[in-house]
T-cell receptor, first 108, second 112 residues
Framework: GQQVMQIPQYQHVQEGEDFTTYCNSS?????IQWYKQRPGGHPVFLIQLVKSGEVKKQKRLTFQFGEAKKNSSLHITATQTTDVGTYFC????????FGPGTRLSVLP | EPEVTQTPSHQVTQMGQEVILRCVPISNHLYFYWYRQILGQKVEFLVS????????KSEIFDDQFSVERPDGSNFTLKIRSTKLEDSAMYFCASSMGNQPQHFGDGTRLSIL
């Protein structure tokens, strides 16, 4: 079946540093959704990407969908302690396949 | 802002027993979902529900599981003959079709 992979699994950064997580699929992605889950919390929707090569920005967050629709990335500029959590990508296709997530720690 | 609510927040059950997890989706949403997250692991899709029937289900969602919308507001997940490995956080979500899914706070299921 389809596999959605994310790297890195963990990332520790100093506050103010940038952070990027990469999402890769073994098959062509239908639509990509990105979610953030704070420790002890539930996934919260961040963005949906639909078109090949699409780039969307939300303040310090930049989301990109690969040209071949087999990968996506989330980049955070100048991380803050409030960015702490696990970032999941999910393929919104026939089923919803979540990646394993990247757990971000931000050291003040 | 409307929320998805789940009850109970924590359920402790003896192995072999049946459990029912309850969810109240956002009132004007039409699509309902159940997910499972084993501690420290990724979110796993179980099932989606639309128009009073299952629209998609994963390999995890076998005969041990069932879903129901018994009335106009509740959406339930029943797990029969629970096993130790069913211990996890179970999230309910709802959406308006091809729109963001809104997740509830989850029910932590502990099987003893």
């Amino acid at each position: 079946g389809q596999q959605v992979m994310q790297i890195p699994q963990y990332q520790h950064v100093q506050e103010g540093e940038d952070f990027t997580t990469y999402c890769n699929s073994s098959t062509t992605l239908s639509n990509i959704q990105w979610y953030k889950q704070r420790p002890g919390g539930h996934p919260v929707f961040l963005i949906q990407l639909v078109k090949s090569g699409e780039v969307k920005k939300q303040k310090r967050l930049t989301f990109q969908f690969g040209e071949a629709k087999k990968n996506s990335s989330l980049h955070i500029t100048a991380t803050q302690t409030t960015d702490v959590g696990t970032y999941f990508c999910a393929d919104y296709g026939q089923n919803f396949v979540f990646g394993p997530g990247t757990r971000l720690s931000v050291l003040p | 802002e409307p929320e998805v609510t789940q009850t109970p927040s924590h359920q402790v059950t003896q192995m072999g027993q049946e459990v029912i997890l309850r969810c109240v989706p956002i009132s004007n949403h039409l699509y309902f979902y159940w997910y499972r997250q084993i501690l420290g692991q990724k979110v796993e899709f179980l099932v989606s529900f639309y128009n009073n029937e299952i629209s998609e289900k994963s390999e995890i969602f076998d005969d041990q599981f069932s879903v129901e919308r018994p009335d106009g507001s509740n959406f339930t997940l029943k797990i029969r003959s629970t096993k130790l490995e069913d211990s996890a956080m179970y999230f309910c979500a709802s959406s308006m079709g091809n729109q963001p899914q809104h997740f509830g706070d989850g029910t932590r299921l502990s099987i003893l």
